[in-house]
């Protein structure tokens, strides 16, 4: 028994690329620059799309995967392969979280001079 048909798939993506435009602009996502928007509105949806994924997205999925990791290394205290396995989980995990936080921190220095903010480098980095 298939519980993906191709009909739900579809049903699922068309629902989700008619209210995605919704939640982006109630997320505050998208500026309102309304019919002139310039490069600075740009600079600024960018810099909102990399705020919104880094913080609202990688941050609480790093924390449920490490969480998840943490209860397989508590559970598999007995089993050495399982043990190792996720002892490497939180290695990869590490890894990959500071990856993430060295490229936000890379992007967010090329979107500060772009846009040329009074702010502070700090305070538009943990804007």
């Known amino acids: ?68 990791s943490g209860g397989k290394l508590v559970l598999n205290q007995d089993k050495e392969g399982a043990w190792k396995e996720a002892k490497g989980s939180f290695e990869n995990i590490g890894w990959g979280f500071a990856y993430m936080l060295g490229s936000y921190v890379l992007i967010k220095t090329v979107i500060y001079f772009f846009l040329n903010t009074d702010a502070g480098f700090y305070t538009f980095l943990v804007q």
């Open 1 to 68: 028994m298939k519980i993906f048909t191709q009909k739900k798939v579809t049903a699922a993506l068309s629902f989700l690329l008619l209210v995605l435009p919704l939640i982006s602009r109630g997320a505050g996502i998208v500026p309102d620059c309304g019919a002139d928007c310039g490069f600075r509105d740009l600079m600024q949806l960018a810099n909102n799309i990399i705020h919104f994924l880094f913080y609202d997205v990688a941050i609480p999925l790093t924390v449920l995967v490490f969480v998840y």
